[in-house]
C-alpha cells in the first residue's frame, strides 16, 4: 500500500493546528516504521532500529548519507554514479513508489493557487502541462506560479533547452516559457525585481493573465536564505512567495512536483506554508501523461530514487523539529 505525503487542512485557531500537527507526525512515524523502507534498509545491510520517531529519523539520515547520498552538494543531474546490485535497483525502485515517490492526484476540486515547483529544465515544460491537465479534469486553479531562482542551466541542460524549443540560459527562462507555451498571454507581464549585494541574493517576479481566461500567472525567481553559501532552496522559495507574493485570499494551495520529490517537497510545503502561514497545502507528482517528452523523457534510474528517499528523510526530519518548535502545537507530539 502506498503512504501518502504530508499535507496540511487550514486552519490559524490553536485545535486545528494541533489536529493537524498530530495527523503530520503520525504519518511520518508511518512512513520511517514502514515495511518497504525497512526492506529497503536491509538491501543494503542495515536492519531498521525501535526507536522513537525523532531517534529512527536521526539514524535514517545517518544511513542515508552513507549508502544514498550521490549528490554531495551537486545538483542532481551531476550526481556519480551508484554501483548497485540487481538486488538493490530492484528494490529501490519498488520501494520508492510505496514510499509516496509516484504521480498523485488532488484532493480537492479547487485551489487558489498551484505552486509549480522549479527544477530542471524538462521541468520548465511537464509541470505546466499538469497543471493545464488538472484544469481540463475540472479542477479549479485561480492561479498557478513558477517557483525557482536564478539557477543556470547545467551539464546537460543547456541542450535539452535547446531540443525542447527552449531560448535562455537558466531556470527561470524555462519556467517563463513553459507557462507561457501551456496557457498563453493576455496581457504584458507586471515586473517586480529586487537586487542584491551578491547574486544569489537577487530576486525577480513576473505576473500576467494567461490567454482565453485562463488562470493567472506567474514566475518567482526568489533569493537565497543564504547568499554567500548557496542558491535558494526549496523551502526558501515557499517561504518568498509566503511572505513577499502571496495574497491575502489565496489560502488553498496545491504544490506540482515532480513524482520522485514528492515526500521531500511535501515535508518543506507543510512547514513553510502549512505550519509557518497557517495555510492549507497539498502536494503532488505529475502524471505520466505530462511528463513524457518523448525521446527527451527524464528517466530516473534507481540512484535517483534513492537520493530522493534521503532528502524526503531529510525533509521530514525538519518537519517533526519545526513541530517541536511551533509552542501551540506542541501538544501533538
Same mark, same amino acid.
Given at each position: ?116 515547483? !522549479? #527544477?530542471?529544465? &524538462?521541468? $520548465? +515544460? =511537464? ?6 491537465? @488538472?484544469?481540463? *479534469? ?73 490567454? !482565453? #481566461?485562463?488562470? &493567472?500567472? $506567474? +514566475? =518567482? ?6 547568499? @554567500?553559501?548557496? *542558491? ?77 528517499? &534521503? ?23
Amino acid at each position: 500500500m502506498a503512504l501518502d505525503a504530508p499535507r496540511w487542512v487550514g486552519g490559524s485557531d490553536a485545535e486545528s493546528r494541533l489536529v493537524a500537527a498530530a495527523a503530520t507526525l503520525r504519518g511520518i512515524e508511518a512512513w520511517a516504521t514502514s515495511p518497504a523502507l525497512a526492506r529497503l534498509v536491509q538491501s543494503f545491510g542495515g536492519e531498521l532500529p525501535s526507536l522513537p520517531l525523532r531517534g529512527l529519523l536521526a539514524w535514517l539520515d545517518d544511513f542515508s548519507e552513507r549508502h544514498w547520498d550521490f549528490r554531495k552538494g551537486r545538483e542532481r543531474n551531476l550526481a556519480s554514479d551508484a554501483v548497485l546490485t540487481p538486488q538493490q535497483r530492484d528494490r529501490a525502485l519498488h520501494s520508492a513508489l510505496e514510499l509516496g515517490l509516484r504521480p498523485s492526484l488532488p484532493r480537492s476540486d479547487h485551489y487558489d493557487v498551484a505552486l509549480l515547483t !522549479g #527544477g530542471m529544465v &524538462r521541468a $520548465g +515544460v =511537464v509541470k505546466p502541462r499538469y497543471a493545464a491537465e @488538472l484544469r481540463a *479534469r475540472g479542477v479549479d486553479i485561480d492561479s498557478v506560479v513558477f517557483l525557482g531562482a536564478f539557477r543556470p542551466f547545467a551539464g546537460d541542460e543547456s541542450a535539452t533547452a535547446l531540443a525542447l524549443g527552449i531560448s535562455g540560459t537558466d531556470e527561470v527562462d524555462a519556467m517563463e516559457q513553459g507557462l507561457v507555451r501551456q496557457f498563453g498571454r493576455a496581457d504584458k507581464a507586471i515586473v517586480r525585481e529586487g537586487s542584491s549585494a551578491h547574486p544569489l541574493g537577487r530576486w525577480r517576479h513576473s505576473t500576467w493573465q494567461g490567454a !482565453g #481566461g485562463g488562470p &493567472r500567472l $506567474g +514566475v =518567482v525567481a526568489a533569493p537565497s536564505s543564504e547568499p @554567500l553559501a548557496r *542558491r535558494a532552496n526549496t523551502v526558501d522559495t515557499f517561504e518568498f512567495w509566503a511572505e513577499r507574493i502571496r495574497q491575502p485570499h489565496e489560502t488553498s494551495v496545491l504544490v506540482i512536483t515532480t513524482p520522485i520529490y514528492v515526500p521531500y517537497q511535501a515535508a518543506c510545503a507543510v512547514q513553510v506554508l502549512g505550519l509557518g502561514h497557517n495555510l492549507a497545502v497539498e502536494t503532488v507528482g505529475v502524471s505520466n501523461t505530462a511528463a513524457d517528452l518523448g525521446e527527451l523523457s527524464q528517466r530516473f534510474e534507481p540512484q535517483h530514487h534513492l537520493q530522493e528517499i &534521503r532528502s524526503a528523510i531529510r525533509g521530514y526530519r525538519a518537519l517533526v523539529a519545526s513541530v517541536d518548535a511551533s509552542a501551540d502545537v506542541r501538544g501533538s507530539a
